[in-house]
Antibody
Framework: EVQLVESGGGVVQPAGSLRLSCAASGFIFGDHWMSWARHAPGRGLEWVANIKEDATEKNYVDSVKGRFTISRDNARNLLSLQMSALRAEDTAVYYC???????????WGQGTPVIVSS | DIVMTQFPDSLAVSLGERATINCKSSQSLYYRSNNRTYLAWYQQRPGQPPKLLVYWASTRESGVPDRFSASGSGTHFTLTISGLQAEDVAVYYCQQYYSTPQTFGQGTRVEIK
């Protein structure tokens, strides 16, 4: 059974930093693109970043470029999102996602909340 | 970026009746070289993560009840719930994975009338 378990969320002040982690199990982690997506209160879903199987390609939504960094450790089945220079508009539940096929989001974790507030 | 627009924003349907959700993309999601349409549908129940319902615009994910059906091509797509059940109360999202950034519609909330 595919399992994606996020951790690391919490309350952080504006301009602060936070590192999210996602522990993956139930599949061969190194064989799949992975993504982070978020759901802000009162707003819809938003893709945040993705990373290729071997980490040679990474992509980001424009609003987080230069502030967020996605990474992976295939030996430990771990996906990470380093977030810095956080803004109020980054407040959201962040989901770890396993990409399937040609890019749809086949499996989602339960999410970890990030609140950016002073 | 491809803009995805859903309508209506919300709808209330009686149990057992049909719910129809529409999604429009700002450019075609059809890739001629492989004859595929790069659109997915998701269901998000209250307090839950999103769940994949459909990919390739009309292929139902394994385990999804057959009362859920999807159709469309090019830039116009539809998700239909035939015979609404109480457990179908949720927000439904369309998503294009034709190009990066993958983008979602704003969501359509389905409630019981």
């Amino acid at each position: 059974e595919v399992q994606l378990v996020e951790s690391g969320g919490g309350v952080v002040q504006p301009a602060g930093s936070l590192r999210l982690s996602c522990a993956a199990s139930g599949f061969i982690f190194g064989d799949h693109w992975m993504s982070w997506a978020r759901h802000a209160p009162g707003r819809g879903l938003e893709w945040v970043a993705n990373i290729k199987e071997d980490a040679t390609e990474k992509n980001y939504v424009d609003s987080v470029k230069g502030r967020f960094t996605i990474s992976r450790d295939n030996a430990r089945n771990l996906l990470s999102l380093q977030m810095s220079a956080l803004r109020a508009e980054d407040t959201a539940v962040y989901y770890c996602v396993r990409v399937v096929g040609s890019g749809w989001f086949g499996y989602w974790g339960q999410g970890t909340p990030v609140i950016v507030s002073s | 970026d491809i803009v995805m627009t859903q309508f209506p924003d919300s709808l209330a349907v009686s149990l057992g009746e049909r719910a129809t959700i529409n999604c429009k993309s700002s450019q075609s999601l059809y890739y001629r070289s492989n004859n595929r349409t790069y659109l997915a549908w998701y269901q998000q129940r209250p307090g839950q993560p999103p769940k994949l319902l459909v990919y390739w615009a009309s292929t139902r994910e394994s385990g999804v009840p057959d009362r859920f059906s999807a159709s469309g091509s090019g830039t116009h797509f539809t998700l239909t719930i035939s015979g609404l059940q109480a457990e179908d109360v949720a927000v439904y999202y369309c998503q294009q994975y034709y190009s990066t950034p993958q983008t979602f519609g704003q969501g359509t909330r389905v409630e019981i009338k």
